[in-house]
């Protein structure tokens, strides 16, 4: 909800109000406040200034007086200053005297840096917000667009910059906000690849904490998102203010704490990607949200807006189907029988959804050649895909299919008909082998949309794995737009077809590519311990239905290390269920629990798909919890991973949150036939289910038997 109030004009410098302490006064203009459930943000202006945020956090009354913050929230001056603060903006101006870093850096076609100073044009109010401001001197408009969200509790904002002529852009901040003074640090994600999603502390200090994808995707490195929890917040407690920049292309973060103290928060795309003139450029939605729940209710918000309001189901009514992926059973040693054998196996443990993934085109028989060569390989498939998919489709299985659209190999007969297709020069380094198709180019995204739907038309493939196993030669924004076009373009003619955004694993997940695909595959390690937390760390922003989890070999092909089947199943088990390893090599005992626990995943995925996932504070840090529940609270289960060796002998108990204290649960261990001999004790969950109010298992918690690192408990929670 968007409620705007707006004053008189400003008056002329030299009749500004004088209070009583005899300081001048200027006038606020334009103030607007934006609304949910939870929130509130306060915008204002001064004279024809660019406006501001002047407050933004836990939601006000309805009957605060908006002018009133405004000047509340105006900073004093002393020695060593200027007369007045400069305001922190929504595009801060440099022409304006901000001591930071600004939000627009322009040029005109000649090269000649501008200065632009916005001064106030229009708004348009409803549910939405749209400011606009005018530079006369310099032809252009910049707009702020708002809308909010009271089911997800969701911000989304987004800087529109349009020029009379054509102009250069070096750097275009989304809608820029302050940061919380009641903060130490902020949390950003780094990582790499088979290591993504990990957690990066920084604490607040003069000065920025600037960090910049350049990679031309999103990038393993940098996940475009952003928490600034206050001082003493933790996942459950405590508030916290969350960002995302929704955009695949790599992005800019600015972080600044300034001369006086306050702080601001920037994004946009990285720097320099636009590399034609243009009258128009616009940033990618920024999400934010506050939390007085801790990180949790920052999580919850970014889970269910993805999942409600991004992603766009091509069968909402479909559970998500339990998944496999041949790759690390065959991988480019594709052999029907051998194929239709795996299939055969996958079914009775339980799939439902059959992925042929690289080596069926071209001559591939390795990642050297015939990228970009979409036509079914002969030599593997003397009769087609058909013969495979209908033995699929006879398992009672989906069949699904990979393809890497905007790369090429040099060696790949599209590369020697068309080496200018490729982008940059030729002399690059390759990644993988390969290097990425100019997507910017219309016969580019002709070509790959002509040999794509035809393997769309020709058979019945409901799914397609998308990869992107390499970073680009050099940013460019076009390249997104150009994949996104490709993709949009594919979405309309097959609105049947599921596509999950795969890069190297998690090099590209964002909710960018997420308002085009279904699910995304978090990483390319199936180790289950390094899976453990690179989802729960995922969870900040995404949801189960859209998050791949595999169980994967008993010895994993990137790591070397092997886990119990049990550990490998519930991991797999927290997120979208599958398996990707060669189901021949399962004994008896792993085809019984990997089975048992598929079916206790299918039993359950009615409810967990729209669960909302809360991270636990765990008093041991060798173990990684979190609790799924449902809206309503009526029900919920407990993934309590053990990480590491404790540093005490007996678990210490498990405190879950957002119950209601004076309900009664019951809870039962899930898996407690998996206790090893080694528990000797008799608490009560290995028993059977107990019963107890919510408070005590907030205020007290769960003691959860003795265990092994590298397993799992599982525990399930019903409101009486």
Known sequence: MTTPTTSAAAAPAAALPIDDTGVARRPVDHTWRLDDGRQTMVITATGERLPQVVYWGARLPLREDLETLHNAHMIDVTGGMLDENPDLSLCPE?????????????????????????????????RDLQIRYRDEGNGLTLSFEFTTDAETNMIVARTVLN?????????????????????????????????????????????????????????????????????????????????HYGWSGGHRMVAEELPDGRRQIQWGHAARMEHEAATEFATAPLYMTYSADGLNGCAVSFQRHVRDRIVTWPKPDRPRPVHYNCWEAVYFDHKLDVLKDIANRAAALGAERFVLDDGWFGNRDDDTRALSDWEVDVRKYPDGLGPLIDHVHAQGMAFGIWFEPEMINPDSDIHRAHPDWALGSEDQLLGRQQKALNMALPAVRD??????????????????????????????????????????????????????????????????????????????????????????????????????????????????????????????????????????????????????????????????????????DSSDPAVICEQQMTREGDRFVVFAGKAATSAQISPRPLRLTNLDPTAMYEINLANRLTASHLSRGVPALKDGPVAVSGAYLMHHGLTLPWSFPDTMWVVEGTRL
């Open 94 to 126: 440099a022409s304006r005297t901000f001591p930071g870093q600004p939000g627009l850096i322009v040029r005109s076609q000649d090269g000649t840096p501008l200065l632009p100073k916005f001064c106030f044009d229009s708004v348009e109010t409803g």
């Open 163 to 243: 020029a009379d002529n054509p102009i250069h852009l070096h750097w275009l901040a989304a809608p820029v906000v302050p940061a919380p003074q009641a903060s130490d640090e902020m949390i950003d994600f780094t990582g790499r690849w088979c290591g993504e999603f990990q957690t990066n502390r920084t604490a607040w200090s003069p000065g920025i904490r600037y960090r910049e994808n350049r990679t031309g995707r999103t990038g393993h490195e940098h996940f475009p998102g952003l928490i600034v929890p206050c001082t003493g917040a933790t996942n459950t407690q405590g508030e916290a203010y969350a960002f």
């Open 447 to 616: 070509y790959l949309y002509d040999r794509i739907a035809r393997v769309l038309q020709d058979h019945p493939i409901d799914y397609i794995k998308w990869d992107h196993n390499r970073v680009l030669p050099m940013p460019d924004a076009a390249q997104t737009r150009g994949s996104y076009a490709l993709i949009d373009r594919l979405r309309a003619d097959f609105p049947h077809v599921e596509i999950e955004s795969c890069a190297s694993g998690g090099g590209r997940i964002d909710f960018g590519i997420l308002k085009r695909t279904q699910r995304v595959w978090l990483s390319d390690s199936n180790d289950a311990l390094e899976r453990l937390n690179i989802q729960h760390n995922a969870a900040l922003f995404l949801p189960l239905s859209i998050t791949g989890s595999h169980v994967g070999p008993r010895r994993c092909h990137t790591s070397g290390r092997v886990f119990d089947i049990s550990f490998r199943a519930w991991v797999a088990a927290q997120r979208h269920m599958g398996f990707e390893m060669d189901p021949r090599e399962l004994d008896d005992y792993e085809t019984r629990v990997l089975t048992e626990v598929t079916s206790w995943w299918k039993h359950n995925r009615d409810w967990m798909e729209d669960a909302d996932i809360l991270r636990l």
